[in-house]
């Protein structure tokens, strides 16, 4: 990998040369509160200082509505849509999101290849943007807190500029592009210092990997009752995590009885009817046995790697309408097992 | 269109309708294109694997195949009417279309059990899938010991393909093949009473050197497993199949997954068949 300099001054030169990978979405400003990737047109129309945005990236890949096929039974003929997606420039992924993709990645990618999230992946250009943790955030905790891979050029701050890592070959060449110059020792030093504090910042002391050991502990425990008092079974903390991806099928005719459509939405596991099959029978009938179920597969080895689908983004905290704390949970349960007998 | 969509359905027909039981039909279907055929039977080589049945504009559902990949040209369908998109399956007359995708899922390791005993155990509709195994196991019956077939359902009327069965059984008298039926809401003539496993004692196969093959509901499963290990049975040789709600059948829709934090499964893709030993590695199956 490269190690090289934006300066300040340039940001608006990367912004014009990076137009010719794709439309650029970069994080802005949508409420007092609220961040999304939103479509942008300037450098400055960026807000590069969020913590996180409110709906992950994984929507450019996997949208949460995608017709699959379309139908007509006269012909009897089954057709794909075309392609509704040109190249993409996602600019100012944290680690924890570039991390995210890799584990969306690791599902549609993976033997055999999910058609509609391939043709859509191949179209993404990555910039990568470091960030400091709030008290959400707990990459630290689910080891995704540095991304060495999954992007195209990673920008981390400095006093005048950016510290840039540049991985891709369509990276060097835009890197050649803007003529960056190497990385000084001073500019080392400044992007070790920020790692320092980014270190000092977290405030969630546990490993989920040894937090798979803790789940296990708890896989018959009441406590689940006791956590999930409060869950309104909204799903909220599936539409905003970077690695749920579950999704349902719907087949829908039209009027003329001749056409049709199969699409697939966005599912989540905190519904009732997810498990539930023919007959009435639910696998998962409390939300108690469906909020352990969602704690298991976010802490769960990827599919094919060992590491965990959560991220440590904080976003199914962060955004919980019931407040209930992800990570607090979690340290709970690593306290029950500590004292269990 | 040829595209790599492993989600892509493919066109089939209807070519034959069986009523097997009051609520169960057979469906004998091949695809229209032999180039899908050929695809489909190149891929069919475990018995027990399943296909998505898809009814454009209605709905999409996981069925097993019940016929063995030793039947080539066709395969077959017993299902069940239980809901929105089986009652109009079972509305579907030959000629009819219907759109397929699959086959999915592991099926039984037939190949490892080579040179051994079989035991079959089945509830209900559990026997479709293990139609295709034991029809299989006819099929290359050089590679196999003895083999007994229990199978079980509430009344007689419900005993899946009881006339083949009764057949079979004829067919291979004195060539260690043994059928046993049963079932637990009646008694009739012609067949047993009770559960299935009230006659493992009969079957004609040796616990040491067998293989137990076992379908049904998976509250059985438990008393089964027990049963046969304390009967003297491989532990690693005993396997059964599991069922989830299922979108995709290629572990990406996350519908059918099972496990914990430490060992996360795709019932429609690591299964549905698992072994023992993995019952015992993923409890939450039996869950
Ligand atoms: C691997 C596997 C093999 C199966 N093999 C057979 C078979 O050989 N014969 C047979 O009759 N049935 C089989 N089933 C069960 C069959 O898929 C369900 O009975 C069927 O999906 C019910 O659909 P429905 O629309 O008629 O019922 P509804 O109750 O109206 O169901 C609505 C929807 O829920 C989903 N659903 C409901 N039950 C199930 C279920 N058990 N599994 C997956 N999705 C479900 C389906 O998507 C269905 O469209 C199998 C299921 C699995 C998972
Ligand atoms: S967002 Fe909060 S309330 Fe909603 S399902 Fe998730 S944990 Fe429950
Ligand atoms: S589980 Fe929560 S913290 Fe982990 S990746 Fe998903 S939204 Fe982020
Ligand atoms: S059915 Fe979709 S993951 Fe198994």
């Given at each position: 990998m490269r190690y090289l300099k934006l300066r300040y001054e340039d940001r608006d030169r990367l912004f014009e040369a990076l137009r010719k990978y794709g439309e650029i979405y970069g994080p802005v400003k949508?409420?007092?509160?609220?961040?999304?990737?939103?479509?942008?047109?300037?450098?400055?129309?960026?807000?590069?200082?969020y913590v996180r945005t409110i709906s992950p990236p994984k929507k450019f890949v996997y949208p949460p509505h995608e017709v699959m096929f379309e139908i007509d039974r006269e012909k009897g003929k089954v057709s794909i849509p075309e392609?509704?997606?040109?190249?993409?420039?996602?600019?100012?992924?944290?680690?924890?999101?570039?991390?995210?993709?890799?584990?969306?990645?690791?599902?549609?990618?993976?033997?055999?290849?999910?058609?509609?999230?391939?043709?859509?992946?191949?179209?993404?250009?990555?910039?990568?943007?470091?960030?400091?943790?709030?008290?959400?955030?707990?990459?630290?905790?689910?080891?995704?807190?540095?991304?060495?891979?999954?992007?195209d050029i990673f920008l981390h701050p400095l006093p005048d500029g950016w510290l840039v890592r540049v991985l891709s070959e369509r990276g060097q060449a835009l890197a050649d592009e803007i003529g960056m110059e190497d990385a000084s020792t001073d500019d080392f030093k400044a992007f070790e210092r920020y790692q320092e504090e980014r270190r000092q910042g977290f405030k969630w002391d546990m490993d989920a990997y040894v937090l798979r050991g803790v789940l296990e502990m708890h896989r018959h425990s009441d406590v689940w009752e006791e956590l999930s008092e409060e869950c309104l079974a909204c799903g909220n903390c599936n539409t905003t995590c970077p690695t749920c991806r579950c999704y349902e099928v719907r087949d829908i005719p039209s009027i003329d009885g001749v056409h049709a459509i199969q699409e697939r939405v966005w599912d989540s596991c905190q519904f009732e009817h997810h498990a539930l099959v023919a007959g009435g029978h639910n696998f998962r009938p409390t939300v108690a046995d469906r909020m352990k179920n969602r704690y298991n597969c976010k802490i769960s080895p990827a599919y094919g790697t060992n590491l965990s689908y959560c991220v440590g983004c904080g976003r199914c905290t962060a955004f919980c309408p019931a407040g209930i704390n992800f990570w607090e949970n979690l340290q709970k349960l690593s306290e029950v097992s500590k004292h269990a007998k | 269109m040829p595209n790599n969509n492993p989600l892509q359905p493919k066109k089939a027909v209807i070519k034959k309708v069986f009523k097997v039981t009051p609520t169960e039909k057979?469906?004998?279907?091949?695809?229209?294109?032999?180039?899908?055929?050929?695809?489909?039977?190149?891929?069919?080589?475990?018995?027990?694997?399943?296909?998505?049945?898809?009814?454009?504009?209605?709905?999409?559902v996981p069925i097993s195949l019940c016929s063995p990949p030793t039947q080539k040209g066709f395969f077959a369908l017993t299902i069940r009417r239980v809901g929105r998109v089986t009652?109009?399956?079972?509305?579907?007359?030959?000629?009819?279309?219907?759109?397929?995708?699959?086959?999915?899922?592991?099926?039984?390791?037939?190949?490892?059990?080579?040179?051994?005993?079989?035991?079959?155990?089945?509830?209900?509709?559990?026997?479709?899938?293990?139609?295709?195994?034991?029809?299989?196991?006819?099929?290359?019956r050089w590679d196999y010991g003895n083999i007994t077939l229990i199978n079980s359902a509430r009344t007689k009327r419900d005993l899946l393909y009881y006339e083949e069965l009764e057949a079979i059984a004829r067919t291979y008298k004195g060539d260690g093949?043994?059928?046993?039926?049963?079932?637990?809401?009646?008694?009739?003539?012609g067949v047993c009473k009770g559960r299935c496993h009230l006659y493992i004692p009969q079957a004609n196969v040796d616990p040491k050197n067998s293989v137990v093959i076992m379908c049904g509901p998976p509250r059985m499963y438990q008393s089964i497993f027990d049963e046969v290990i304390a009967r003297g049975f491989d532990p690693d040789y005993i396997y059964a199949t599991f069922e989830r709600r299922m979108r995709c059948g290629i572990g990406k829709c996350g519908h059918c997954n099972v496990g914990s934090s430490?060992?996360?499964?795709?019932?429609?893709?690591?299964?549905?068949?698992?072994?023992?030993?993995q019952v015992q590695r993923y409890p939450e199956l039996m869950e």
């Open positions: 949508i409420s007092k509160k609220t961040y999304d990737f939103r479509k942008v047109s300037r450098f400055d129309d960026m807000d590069l200082n392609e509704d997606m040109g190249p993409i420039v996602l600019f100012g992924l944290h680690h924890c999101d570039i991390e995210g993709l890799k584990r969306l990645d690791s599902v549609f990618m993976g033997y055999p290849a999910d058609f509609y999230y391939s043709r859509r992946r191949k179209h993404l250009f990555i910039v990568g943007y470091d960030c400091k943790p709030d008290e959400f955030c707990a990459c630290n905790v689910t080891h995704t807190s540095f991304s060495t891979d999954g992007f | 057979m469906f004998v279907i091949s695809f229209v294109d032999p180039k899908d055929q050929e695809e489909f039977e190149r891929n069919y080589t475990r018995p027990a694997r399943f296909v998505q049945v898809n009814l454009p504009g209605i709905g999409e009652t109009v399956i079972h509305n579907l007359n030959e000629g009819d279309y219907v759109w397929i995708r699959g086959p999915y899922g592991n099926g039984f390791p037939i190949d490892e059990w080579k040179g051994r005993d079989l035991l079959f155990l089945s509830a209900g509709l559990g026997m479709a899938p293990l139609r295709s195994v034991f029809l299989y196991a006819l099929d290359n093949v043994k059928v046993i039926q049963t079932v637990t809401r009646e008694e009739v003539e430490d060992s996360m499964l795709y019932v429609c893709k690591d299964g549905p068949v698992f072994s023992y030993r």
